[in-house]
Structures are given as C-alpha cells and as structure tokens.
C-alpha cells in the first residue's frame, strides 16, 4: 500500500518503537558524548564517567532506580548548555554516529509498518534535541521525546518539563491514539526494557526486542513475540537489498546516485550517436 493512500475505512493505526536497544544498539543521549566534549559542553571526567554508564546500561539494561540516577545526573550535567549548539553538534555528527548502530531489522521493521499504511512513532526517554533528528532519519511520523527547561537565555535550566518515561510513555500514546484517531487494540509496540512495560500494554500487539530479564519474564508469561535485532548496519548499506519502497529520508543518498547513473547513461548514448553518425 503506498503512502497517503489508506484504507479509510479502517480505523487508523500505528507502531510504536522505544529508541535505545530497540532501534539504535546503544543509548542515544550518551552516544553524543564524545561530540559534546569537543564541542566544550563536558569535560574529560564527563566523558569518561558517560563512558561508564554505556558500558553499564549495554550490559545489563537499566531499571527504574538505575535510570531515575541516569535522569539526575543528564540533567545536571546539561545545565547551562546552549539549545542551540546542542542541535548544531547533533546535526553535524548524526550520521556520523547514529546511522552506523541502526538495527538492521527495526529498520526493516519501519519499512513494513509504513508500506502496511500505519504511522510510525518514536517514543524515547532521550531529549528532543536528539530524539527527533534521529527520528527524521528513520523517516518516523512523529517522536515522544523527554523534553527540558530552556531559560530566556535559550539555555537548559537543568529542570525536566516533560520525562518521556514509564507511565508518561503509556499517557503518551493514549493522547496520541485519541488525537490521530489510531485504534490502539491494532497498533503494535516494541521495547527493551521492562520499564515499558506501560506502554506495551496499552496496545493490542506488544513485542518485546532484545528484553531485559525482568521484561523477558513477562514476554513468556504473557506470550508475546520475543524478538532478537543484532545487525546494525548503515542506513545508505541496506537501500540495494529493500523490497519495498523506501521512506524519502532514508534515500537521499541512493537518489543522488541515480541521478549521477541516469545523466552518465544519457552522456554515453549520446557519445555513441554521434560516433555512428
């Protein structure tokens, strides 16, 4: 089914994807860290301390206690910074560090879900300065993103507006099914954490990726699909092998180069012509 043209006589639907260990095979606030330190946002100690709390959440996951320290400490940590250099940083460094920790499969996940005629929406604990330009990357409708305190000064305040966490994710969704009329007993969600777990229950087709244990449990218990994506690939590496048509931001590459193969097939025939001639 191409995009725009749906079936309106069905209720709307969508699919829902936690970001981190679900869609990206790490953490996307503190994948950025690095970029921050040269950007003179955070220092070394910064940096390595970041470094560590990766090393942490990719090893075993994150739990409420776990990630209510993580929310602390980014927050203070972003105090003071300016909004707009943070977009900047993320802008120019995005494909840099994001495309290549794509799952391979979640991206093949989108695909589906969009040629199926359903909306696609990111809903992340992360900040929308990052969430929401990695969103336009997987070519998402639209993101659920934590969303912080900017002072007159267009400077994070270190105090938190919105935390997309939880409970607030489920909330979330129900806002989002009530004002884009998704039946939510069709729409699908996928997540790592068992802290989700509010928001896979507030849809008909919950699926659990890469679960932590305590999610792995109640995936068994409850008999939802356990899914496994280990294949982050490049966005631009997979455009030969898709079978479907591919969302616009994810093609820009793959149109430049037709473009440059159309106008040097169109310079050989002509060069040919005219050598019969």
Known sequence: MLRGVENHSLP???????????VIAKSSTLTFSKSFYQGGLINRRAVLRTAYTQFVFLAGGADHDQMERMRKYL???????????????????????IDPIIYDE???LIEQHHTAGRDVVIVSTSGAEVVEP???????????????????DGCFTGDVEYYAYG????????????????DLARCYAYSDSVTDLPMLESVGRPHAVNPDRALRREAVARE?????????????????ALSVPPRPALVAAAAIGAAAATAGLVWYTSRRRATVA
């Open 12 to 22: 709307r639907a969508a699919a829902f994807f936690d970001l981190d260990k679900t």
């Open 224 to 240: 939802w699909p356990i899914l496994d994506f280990h294949r982050p690939v490049r966005l631009k590496q997979r455009l030969p």
């Open 167 to 182: 409970p607030t994710k489920a909330e979330a969704i129900r806002e989002l099914a009530e004002s884009e009329g998704y």
């Open 75 to 97: 927050s203070a940590l972003c105090r003071g910074w300016n909004v707009q250099q943070v977009k900047e940083i993320v802008a120019e460094t995005l494909h840099d560090l």
């Open 106 to 108: 979640a991206a093949t």
């Open 134 to 152: 990695i969103g336009e990357l997987l070519g998402a409708d639209r993101v659920v993103a934590t969303r912080m305190v900017v002072g007159d």
